[in-house]
Structures are given as structure tokens and as C-alpha cells.
């Protein structure tokens, strides 16, 4: 089977931006443009740079957002149940559930309960608190969300912005393990949710989502690897190597295809080509492994 899977990369990627300036009066239709484009950035793939590596990883919004066009249907149940953030009290637990309150959060808005996701916002701020990161961020995150509960993209920018700015708070305070950490949690969390669906809803794309994920579990790997000088998240790599064994059972193959520019949204757009091939014992098996890590990460509270 095969799919084209879009990577959307910013020319230029200012995500502080969508905090200045919002009371700046524009005309409907720059606002609405401004708004595509940034809501584009919002679903992309996130290029990180630690020390000097650099790292692919998808953004839990670019998950939720594939859930909703192949008709997935609203399921609270897949989402992580523990609604006491403060059950949480180690830095690696609290840093782990933000990624997968992170990853709740834009599951909840792409289908609209953006009621839901404010009370959810409140215990990512605590997490993010406890972390070290600005409370400032949360707090006036909050406030522009209060003010746009009936627009869900932008929502979204909102959220993405947020993601964006508390990843560069925690490296220019140096707790980039902290960083790995809730990326960790986001991406187990969004592909749970990937997985779970491929169980109730037979459609290619999901399978090959999952499949894809082969290549990002390395940069994962390779990421929580940088930032693991202590020997703190042992554990953790053990569990990524087993769940590796299985993907590397995994087949893919990839055709270049020539990139498209968008000069007037500041977006290129690479479409790669790409073919996943993984049998039905396969996937059950990567699927039993990823909840079982999703549920070592939700259940880490004392």
C-alpha cells in the first residue's frame, strides 16, 4: 500500500510572534491568511537541535489531525484518565504526562471540546510549574484561549506556539533531558492513539502511520540517548530497543518526489513517497508494546 505523507517545514519559523502584537487591528482577509499559515506550521513535523544533533520528530497535533480525516470518531477513553496533575511528583513522571497532556490537548481540540482542553490546560500549567517553566506562558496562553473558544485553528496556533516556547524555555535554562522527556511522552501518547484506532477502523493510512514510525523511534532513541549522561532513563532506552526489535520487522520504502514552495505562506512543502509493509501479528505486536509504555508513563505516580 502506499501514501503520500506532507512534511510541512517554515521558511521561517517565529512562533513567539503569535504571542506579539494580538491586539494589533488587520484587516479579515490578512487575518485569515496569517491564520492558514500559521495553523499549516501548527500540524508540522518538529526539526530539533540538541547540542549538535539534529532530531525528527512529529508534532502531536500533525497525529489528532490524521485521526480527524480518516473519520475517526471522539473516544475520551484513549486519553490519559489521571486528572490530578499533582499525583505526579518526580521530575521525569511530571515531564513525561505533560507531553501526553500536551498530545491529550490537541486531541481535544481537533474535535472541538475545547471546554475540555481549557480544564486540561490547567494541569499542564501545574505540570509545566512544577518543571520550571514560566508560569507566564500558561497563564496568558489561558487567557487568549478563554477569548477564542469557538475558533479551533486558533486554538491550535495557540497551543503549537506554546509547545514551541516552552521547548526553548527549558534549553535556555539547560534541562534539555526535562525537553526529552515530554517529547517522549507526546509521541508515545499520540501514537497510542494511532494504534488504538487501526483496532476499530481498517484504513491504510493508519497502518502506514504506524509504520512510519520506525524512522522517528530512532531519532527518539538517539534523543533521550544525548540526554541520558546519569544513567537516568536506562529504563526507558531498554524499553525503546524492544519496542525497536519490532519495528525493525517493519518494511518501508521511500521515493523522492520534488518539493513545492509557497512563497506568498513562507512554506515549503516535501512530499515524500512511501510504502509501509507490517502483517496483522505485526502490528498487534507493536501495538501491545507502545501501551504497554503508554501505561508505564501514565501510571507513574506513586
Known amino acids: 500500500m502506499k501514501n503520500i505523507t506532507f512534511f ?5 519559523v517565529v512562533a513567539g510572534l503569535l504571542f506579539h502584537s494580538c491586539d494589533e487591528k488587520k484587516t479579515p482577509k490578512e487575518s485569515k491568511e496569517e491564520q492558514k499559515e500559521q495553523t499549516e506550521k501548527a500540524e508540522g513535523t518538529s526539526i530539533l537541535k540538541v547540542g549538535d544533533k539534529l532530531f525528527n520528530l512529529p ?4 497525529t489528532a489531525m490524521l485521526l480527524e480525516e480518516v473519520g475517526g470518531h471522539f473516544n475520551e477513553s484513549v486519553l490519559n484518565p489521571t486528572v490530578d496533575a499533582s499525583l505526579y511528583n518526580t521530575k521525569e513522571a511530571q515531564a513525561m504526562n505533560l507531553g501526553v497532556y500536551g498530545a491529550d490537548l490537541g486531541y481535544f481540540l481537533i474535535y472541538q471540546q475545547s471546554q475540555k482542553a481549557f480544564k486540561l490546560l490547567a494541569n499542564c500549567k ?3 510549574t512544577e518543571l520550571g517553566i514560566s508560569p507566564a506562558l500558561y497563564s496568558d496562553l489561558m487567557k487568549r484561549f478563554e477569548g477564542n473558544m469557538e475558533n479551533r485553528d486558533s486554538l491550535l496556533i495557540f497551543v503549537s506556539a506554546l509547545n514551541r516556547l516552552s521547548d526553548q524555555y527549558l534549553k535556555e535554562n539547560e534541562n534539555e533531558d526535562i525537553s526529552a522527556m515530554i517529547l517522549y511522552g507526546g509521541w508515545v501518547e499520540s501514537l497510542y492513539f494511532v494504534s488504538q484506532l487501526t483496532q476499530s477502523l ?3 493510512s493508519l497502518r502506514t502511520r504506524v509504520g512510519e514510525q520506525k524512522n522517528t523511534l530512532q531519532n527518539l532513541i538517539g534523543l533521550v540517548d544525548q540526554e541520558n549522561a546519569n544513567g537516568q532513563f536506562d529504563d526507558i532506552l531498554a524499553d525503546l530497543a524492544d519496542l525497536e526489535k519490532s519495528f525493525n520487522k517493519v518494511g518501508t520504502s521511500y521515493t523522492w518526489v ?3 514552495t ?3 505562506q513562507q512554506v515549503t512543502v516535501v512530499k515524500s513517497q512511501g510504502s509501509v509493509t507490517m502483517d496483522d501479528a505485526l502490528l498487534n505486536e507493536i501495538i501491545d508494546k507502545v501501551t504497554a509504555l503508554r501505561e508505564k508513563i501514565i501510571t507513574s505516580a506513586p
Open 8 to 12: 510541512i517545514l517554515p521558511v521561517a
Open 59 to 62: 508534532s502531536p497535533l500533525e
Open 126 to 128: 501545574k505540570l509545566g
Open 202 to 204: 481498517e484504513n491504510p
Open 258 to 260: 520534488e518539493p513545492e
Open 262 to 264: 509557497k512563497p506568498d
